[in-house]
């Protein structure tokens, strides 16, 4: 509207017959003497994938600004939701300025940096996938917010490996997920594990699970010197006393499942020989 007035002021002068000069000058004088016109527009935009940050510039938010030079306070905003900012129009020459107010929606849109736990082979003593406290424990940051929901969900039987997907989310929903192997190996560690557990389900008493446990330390004492078939001797001893004991203090089924893994350990026990070597 503005700019109409000028030329119609422009066409109004020539038309009048009087100098080109001289009204063209009156002309500009009153363009130069106009006020400026500070227009704004509300924005949404996207936060920066390392800091979070939107730079602005001022013509993000700048709807139609008139009459100087623009800038946009503050220049920086930081975190996803909604800011106000304010855009200036200034005419230094005419020492005159204008403001209006604008919104910028900052929005996350980058998932967190997920960092997951080693794959890792150990013993899965009591049937059910191992604890994060023993197989390890995925972290995660992000570029606008650290409280983010570290989660995994585990698959596993028919073979002993556990695929466990771990999964951050930030609080504005975005998700990067990875995946850990978890190989559950028969272990002596895990065979002592398993007869804890059955002391504690009362499934054995203290006395059984002593002398069971004292032939797990005597195979593992063997096996670290690598007297392999010493050790393998003393599981048998092992096995034998769950035998002993099967369908009376020990339920069949649970004593077939400790034997089978007791086998295993010996079974892996056995690969540690020096090739050709035997029992
Ligand atoms: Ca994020």
Not at 171 to 196: F, H, K, M, R, Y
């Amino acid at each position: 509207m503005k700019r109409f007035i000028w030329i119609a002021a422009l066409v109004a002068a020539f038309g009048c017959g009087d100098t080109g000069e001289a009204e063209i000058s009156n002309s500009v004088s009153a363009l130069v003497g106009e006020p400026v016109d500070a227009v704004c527009q509300d924005v949404t935009l996207d936060a920066d994938q390392s800091n979070c940050q939107v730079v602005l510039m001022p013509s993000d938010v700048d709807g139609g600004s008139f009459g100087g030079t623009l800038t946009v306070t503050p220049g920086t905003v930081e975190g996803p939701g909604e800011w106000t900012v304010y855009l200036t129009v200034t005419d230094e020459i005419e020492n005159q300025e204008d403001t209006c107010e604008a919104s910028v929606t900052v929005n996350d849109v980058t998932p967190p940096v997920l960092t997951i736990p080693f794959d890792v082979t150990l013993a899965c003593p009591d049937g059910s996938p191992p604890d994060p406290n023993d197989s390890g424990f995925a972290s995660a940051t992000d570029n606008c917010d650290d409280n983010l929901v570290i989660y995994y969900t585990d698959t596993w039987p028919p073979e002993l490996i556990v695929s466990r997907v771990w999964g951050a989310t930030d609080p504005s929903g975005n998700t990067t997920t990875g995946l850990q192997t978890i190989t559950c190996g028969a272990t002596t560690e895990g065979l002592s594990g398993i007869v804890d557990d059955l002391l504690d389900q009362e499934v054995i008493d203290s006395t059984q699970a002593n002398a069971l446990n004292q032939k797990v330390a005597n195979a593992e004492k063997s096996a670290s010197k690598e007297h392999i078939c010493a050790a393998v001797n003393q599981l048998e001893a092992f096995i034998n006393q769950i035998e002993a004991q099967a369908g009376m203090k020990v339920e069949a089924e649970t004593a077939a499942d400790l034997i089978a893994y007791t086998m295993s350990v010996i079974e892996a026990l056995l690969n540690d020989l020096p090739e050709g070597g035997s029992c």
